[in-house]
């Protein structure tokens, strides 16, 4: 059944969806169960045709507007209340061309499609490390993964951009095509415009590539660490790794006794073949003594949806991050110190190893400042939505104090795990200021009215502003 609704959309063949369609509850939820707004609109499109007409009719009726990719933004972002949510989430076709080895991928696609399509092809681009993040706000805030210390991020394969403009009008971004625009989507978010099809340069991974966690003991932590150090000192460019602290999930390859144990990981992919993946990771797999080695032969697209289960949809969230310039001894004491101060076994922090292809593009030449961060950490809190507010509150703090702890530390930050409230006044930190200005002025010729502004906004500014 589905419900008539008042509001006519000129030029609009999408789904329409107002506070008394059915689908309304889902359509407005996000990833994050913390987030609860009432948008007054939900324009569900089909195509970038229908994309430009839900901006007009925007415009026309001055309606707040946010755009949805994946929803995945811990901010919750994607929807707002009072206004109308640009709903992509029905516009997530992937379209591979083998031989030019590029995919052409729609605004609301989700990692998980883009892998699918371009694995049939032994092919890949660097994505998220969860199959369910939207390509549409990842790819624009810059997009870290395993196979950018290889490939480069995210916006390091972006070839082009279809864009529906602040006007509702439709352009094309490329180096040759709208340079400053295309410049300022590579990191500049989704403050531009909102990109109906993204086109990505793909190169050859797996099917099988050698991937996966080490665990071992909380106690560990400072020991594991310092051998990271130096093992990702060494590493060659194939190989992507990201720490997780905080409990083993408990996910069926492990065993029922270790489930929710306070544990160290460092998990790997290697974009290579799995004899020289094998050799790489060696010296990891002996140190210590691990608690369970999951490394292994496993196919690049299972390897991808692997975490995925770990972080559903609805659960609450709460997030801090940091960019750390390196791995000192002091590091190491404090997130040793913090880590496991948790109350929710769910919660953890991450921490991703950068450098490689991703630190060999010029600072200049995109709009993703971190190239020379040497690692990422996110401290996520991440609690049951029937759990006790205390337990929210108290991984809240956790959260604050963790990065509070690394203050004299921090290199900047990742747009993209900037969460609401308390980091709104972290953009400029994101970007750092020359490229925060070189954004403003990009900002006052596609979008002069802010139109496009729940994100993580960039105001319209002037070289002399
Ligand atoms: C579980 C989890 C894992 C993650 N892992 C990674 C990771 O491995 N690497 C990484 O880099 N990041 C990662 N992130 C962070 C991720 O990049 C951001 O959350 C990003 O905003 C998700 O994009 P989305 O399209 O799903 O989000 P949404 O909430 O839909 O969108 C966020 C914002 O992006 C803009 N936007 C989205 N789509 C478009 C579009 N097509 N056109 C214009 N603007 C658009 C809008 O401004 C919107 O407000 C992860 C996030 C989560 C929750």
């Keep these: 059944m589905t419900e008539r609704t008042t509001i006519q959309m000129p030029g609009f063949r999408g789904v329409v969806i107002t506070p008394e369609h059915h689908e309304y509850d889902g359509a407005r939820a996000v990833w994050n169960g913390t987030v609860d707004r009432r948008p007054r609109v939900i324009a569900r499109c089909r195509g970038t045709a229908d994309v430009a007409a839900a901006v007009r009719f925007a415009r026309a009726r001055d309606l707040e507007i946010a755009v949805r990719g994946g929803g995945h933004n811990v901010a919750g972002t994607a929807v707002c209340d009072d206004g109308i949510v640009i709903d992509l989430s029905a516009m997530r076709a992937v379209s591979v061309d083998p031989v030019e ?48 210390r290889k490939h480069g991020l995210t916006v390091d394969n972006l070839v082009e951009a279809e864009v529906v403009t602040a006007e509702g009008e439709i352009v094309r971004a490329s180096t040759d095509d709208h340079p400053d625009l295309f410049w300022a989507l590579r990191g500049g978010g989704g403050n531009f415009g909102v990109v109906s099809t993204f086109r990505f340069a793909l190169h050859p991974v797996g099917p099988t590539v050698m991937a996966g966690p080490v665990f071992w003991a909380a106690e560990d932590t400072t020991d594991v660490l310092r051998f990271y150090r130096g093992f990702v000192t060494d590493a060659p460019d194939e190989l992507g790794n990201v720490i997780r602290l905080g409990t083993i999930p408990p996910l069926p390859m492990v065993n029922e006794d270790l489930h929710f144990r306070p544990s160290i990981a460092v998990a790997s992919c290697y974009a290579g073949p799995v004899d020289d993946g094998e050799r790489a990771v060696r010296g990891l797999r002996q140190f210590g003594t691990p608690l369970v080695d999951l490394v292994g ?99 809240t703090a956790w959260a604050r104090t963790f990065l509070d702890a690394l203050q004299s530390h921090r290199a900047g930050v990742y747009v993209n795990f900037l969460d609401s409230d308390d980091d709104t006044s972290r953009v400029r930190e994101a970007y750092g200021d020359d490229t925060y200005r070189r954004l403003a002025e990009v900002k006052a010729k596609y979008d002069p009215d802010n139109v496009f502004h729940n994100n993580k906004n960039i105001q319209p500014g002037t070289l002399a502003q």
């Design 101 to 148: 080895r590029t995919a052409l991928v729609q605004g609301g696609a989700l990692w998980g499609d883009v892998d699918h399509e371009t694995q049939a092809h032994g092919l890949a681009t660097t994505g998220g490390i969860v199959g369910h993040t939207g390509v549409g706000g990842l790819s624009l805030g810059g997009g870290i993964g395993w196979l950018m």
């Design 297 to 395: 032969p496993t196919r690049y697209g299972d390897h991808q949806s692997g975490l995925d289960d770990t972080v559903p949809h609805g659960w609450h969230y709460y997030w801090k991050a940091t960019n750390l310039a390196g791995l000192s001894d002091e590091v190491i004491d404090i997130v040793a110190e913090h880590a496991y101060d948790a109350t929710s076994p769910r919660s953890y922090a991450a921490m991703f190893h950068m450098g490689g292809a991703v630190a060999r593009v010029p600072r200049e030449a995109t709009a993703y400042p971190g190239r020379d961060v040497e690692h990422n950490i996110v401290i996520d809190a991440a609690w049951l939505p029937e759990q006790d507010d205390t337990v929210g509150a108290a991984d």
